[in-house]
């Protein structure tokens, strides 16, 4: 008896709490994170971190859960989260794979399917060679590639026909010349390989290859944003990441950033998603997403609503331009 | 001496009262996620990782990677005592782990796998604490061509392993290489023999084969026999595991062989499954009695418990030193590195002092408290057996069906668990062997794609498995490997034909 009466004292003194955002729709049960990739990669990190973040400062009533459907390049998350409509306790963070891995295998999936949720940030490429090769610059390289015959260098990245994949194709057009393309599993083996010269080249994203720069094992070339990046702490004695040039400013015509966002099954109602959606601008505040963007060199740009609509729309239309030239669609 | 310092403050930070407090929690919880089959290591650790991020990095990492050690001595536990492998590793453990249990020597054989652990771990951490530097390097040496020498040198070393007839072995593998097929292909982002159908988009999970082949096709096999365990009578005496460990000490050389496997593989990166299978098949290729393997060898336990263990714990030394992790677990817990703000690569070892050598401490001290912990367990789970078959028989079927939901969080899988006992079944009514199946289906995806890479590398070229001595050498030793069985078979069969000449 006493323990139901506090338990109603309690829900009372919840209601209350939560008076002022009386219409807003709050998750009544645990929710599901999928994560289309597999553990350890950098969007389970991700993922992992925002659960972390999340239950650290009580963000969320309700747990978040991390589930990793990396089957078929990620369509497994993908499929189950369309065949989830309705069901607003479930949402999914992307990697490029929202648009590749439909294109390159014909499975029956489209974003639109989808409710688009926001953007958290945007992962970057930086084109790193050995530091003990001799080519110091993006040019020296490019120079290098053009000299040789076709298939002399070689070029290691995560999946096949994805976004490291995608890249090599615009380093190629660029060179004019074939680059030898070696698909791994993550972008940490892509990292050592390079590390161990077994490979000329990678086009990792920052966080995949920080320590190893700091180590003074790899060399960063340049990065795939039109702009520099932002971060000017010193990362190497003498270099921070905003030191390291563009790559259209060294004459490679590259230019890729990839979508980190969320989204939600098909037929999620408005209130549902603007729970979602003030939510991960919580998140955006806390100290420690900062910290965990400075450290990635994310690109820290936020989207949602409409906004976030015609950006992922346009991004798809930049992926099926960019596959098609490189033969990646099923027929 | 600079190394035995740096121990010593080490284990001064572990042996706070709050980190052992973790350090047995995380042991407890670990064995308890090792006995589960299909909940697994890396997904116990990945449940609790967020918990550990309002504590120190030094206590969570203690925790959790106690929580390994456990995972890793609970995987032997039902793959002695129910034929169900809990883990990948602990497959090779069931070949003779199992058959101990049925004559009523479970608990021999649970103390010799837990005391094998137990070694392969200790020379493993030995091996981290003094040669960390020189071993990472060695590390970057492999890329593709050595992976597929290495996993070659596996298939290798396994040849000729089986009883069964060896057109029977090659059937089981290669239905096994199809069942890995199946999927994506990573190489060309292709899927491959999913046949249109969304539920094959993730291929045959290996954890869910298993334990099916393994765990639901032993009780249907035992349903037919009679509904009662065959090792019912086992002793449970605490004085098994001082006779038993009487016993190990003639194994050394055993020890010693698997112990450089494991510490190797665990190094390469190749795992601590292909380092398991590798010992069992040298183990039984260097022992006199190779009859007696797959029939209840205790040094069939031995090989390939040591071999799991130190591959498990030196894996962690390239995610500590490169940041490649030398297994699943070790990929999580690198996730977890970089979010307590800790980034794993050369330079950890110089700035986070107190964490690397609280972490290694902790690697000693969490072995020794598990090893205490779980041979004081042997007699409950060798009691275990006495319970009436049709009274734990649908437990197990259940926890399977648990097992194999975890792996994905998908029924489907629990079906697909359940045609695998099926399989399971049939296999042993016709006897096929199933210890090449599971080989093929662990191995062949690795093998497929670093044999595909590196043909890449080599635009299409035989030669690059000979272009230098690392590559070489493996690839020799597997060759001289695969032809040794056809070389007794050869003079086998000259002798017989001289025999006969001579008797006519």
């Known amino acids: ?331 | 001496m600079d190394e035995i310092n740096s121990l010593m403050h080490g284990f001064s930070v572990a042996l706070t009262l709050p980190n052992v407090g973790f350090m047995l929690v995380g042991l407890l919880l670990g064995v308890l996620i090792g006995v589960l089959p299909g909940l697994g290591g890396a997904n116990g650790v990945a449940i609790l990782l967020p918990l550990t991020f309002s504590m120190n990095p030094t206590s969570a990492i203690i925790m959790l990677s106690c929580i390994y050690w456990g995972a890793l001595f609970g995987g032997a536990i039902t793959s002695i005592l129910f034929n169900i492998p809990g883990e990948p590793w602990s497959v090779a453990t069931t070949f003779d782990g199992f058959p101990l249990a049925q004559q009523g020597r479970a608990a021999e054989a649970l103390t010799a796998a837990f005391t094998s652990s137990f070694v392969g771990a200790l020379f493993a951490v030995l091996a981290i604490t003094f040669l960390a530097p020189l071993l990472a390097k060695f590390a970057l040496e492999f890329g593709p061509p050595e992976f597929f020498a290495v996993q070659m040198l596996t298939f290798c070393s396994f040849i000729g392993m089986s009883k069964e007839p060896p057109m029977k072995t090659l059937a089981a593998m290669m239905f096994g290489f199809a069942l890995a097929a199946v999927g994506m292909d990573t190489v060309t982002g292709q899927l491959r023999m999913t046949f249109g159908f969304t539920e094959m988009l993730k291929g045959f999970d290996f954890l869910i084969a298993v334990i099916g082949l393994f765990g639901i096709g032993e009780i249907l096999t035992t349903m037919e026999e009679g509904l009662a365990f065959k090792g019912k009578s086992a002793k449970i005496n605490f004085r098994v595991v001082l006779n038993t460990w009487k016993e190990l000490l003639q194994y050394w050389r055993t020890f010693i062989r698997s112990v450089l496997i494991g510490c190797w593989m665990g190094i390469t990166p190749g795992g601590a499954t292909p380092a398991s299978f590798m010992s069992y098949g040298m183990a039984r290729r260097a022992a006199k009695d190779k009859e007696s393997f797959g029939r209840g060898n205790i040094e069939g336990v031995v090989a390939p418990e040591t071999a799991a263990h130190a591959a498990g714990t030196s894996a962690l030394l390239p995610m500590l030193t490169l940041g490649i992790p030398g297994s699943p677990t070790a990929a999580v817990l690198l996730g977890g590195l970089l979010i307590w703000g800790l980034q794993p690569g050369p330079l950890l070892f110089v700035e986070q002092k107190d964490f690397v050598w609280g972490l290694i401490a902790s690697m000693y001290l969490g072995n020794i408290v598990g090893l205490i912990v779980v041979l004081t367990t042997v007699p409950w789970w060798a009691a275990i057996l006495r319970i009436p078959f049709p009274v734990i028989a649908p437990v197990i079927i259940f926890i399977c069906a648990i097992g194999a939901y975890t792996v994905h969080s998908s029924i489907f899988d629990v079906v697909m668990m359940l045609v695998f006992g099926v399989f399971g079944y049939l296999f042993k009514k016709l006897r096929y062997p199933l210890a090449p199946l599971v080989l093929a289906l662990v191995l062949g995806d690795m093998a497929e794609s670093s044999f595909r890479q590196s043909m890449l590398l080599s635009q299409g070229g035989l030669g690059i498995f000979v272009s230098n001595w690392l590559v070489g050498s493996l690839m020799a030793l597997s060759i001289f490997l695969l032809l040794l069985p056809m070389w007794g078979a050869l003079k086998a069969m000259f002798r017989r034909r001289e025999a006969r000449a001579y008797l006519s």
């Open chain 1, 1 to 331: 008896m006493k323990l139901t009466k506090i338990a109603v004292a309690i829900g009372a003194a919840a209601a209350l709490f939560a008076a002022p955002a009386a219409q807003a729709w709050e998750p009544t049960k645990p929710v599901e994170f999928v994560v289309p990739a597999g553990t350890g990669g950098g969007a389970d990190q991700m993922a992992r971190f925002l659960q972390g973040v999340i239950a650290k400062h009580k963000l969320m009533a309700q747990p978040l859960v991390v589930v990793n459907k990396s089957g078929g390049a990620g369509a497994e998350g993908f499929l189950e989260v369309k065949g989830s409509a309705n069901n607003p306790h479930k949402i999914i963070i992307t990697l490029s794979n929202l648009y590749t891995t439909p294109l390159a295998t014909g499975v029956p999936f489209n974003w639109r399917d989808l409710t688009p949720v926001s953007m958290l940030a945007l992962d970057e490429f930086v084109l790193w060679v050995n530091a003990d090769s001799p080519y110091k610059t993006a040019k020296d390289y490019l120079a290098a590639i053009k000299a040789a015959p076709d298939n002399k260098f070689k070029m290691a990245g995560t999946g096949s026909k994805q976004e490291d994949h995608i890249i090599t194709v615009m380093l190629q057009k660029a060179a004019g010349k074939k680059i030898t393309y070696i698909p791994f599993k993550g972008g940490g083996d892509v990292a050592v390989q390079l590390v161990g010269k077994h490979v000329d080249s990678t086009v990792n994203n920052p966080i995949e290859a920080e320590a190893h720069w700091r180590g003074g094992k790899l060399r960063p070339l340049c990065v795939m944003d039109p702009k520099p990046l932002p971060y000017t702490a010193k990362v190497t004695d003498k270099l921070s990441w905003a030191d390291i040039p563009t790559c259209k400013s060294a004459g490679i015509d590259a230019e890729y950033v990839m979508l980190r966002g969320i989204f939600m099954p098909p037929g999620a109602a408005p209130d549902q998603v603007a729970y979602y959606v003030d939510l991960f601008k919580k998140v955006r505040e806390l100290p420690e997403w900062k910290e965990f963007m400075a450290k990635g060199a994310f690109n820290q740009s936020f989207m949602t609503g409409k906004e976030y609509t015609d950006w992922v729309a346009k991004n798809e239309a930049l992926h099926v331009g960019l596959m098609k030239d490189a033969g990646f669609i099923a027929k």
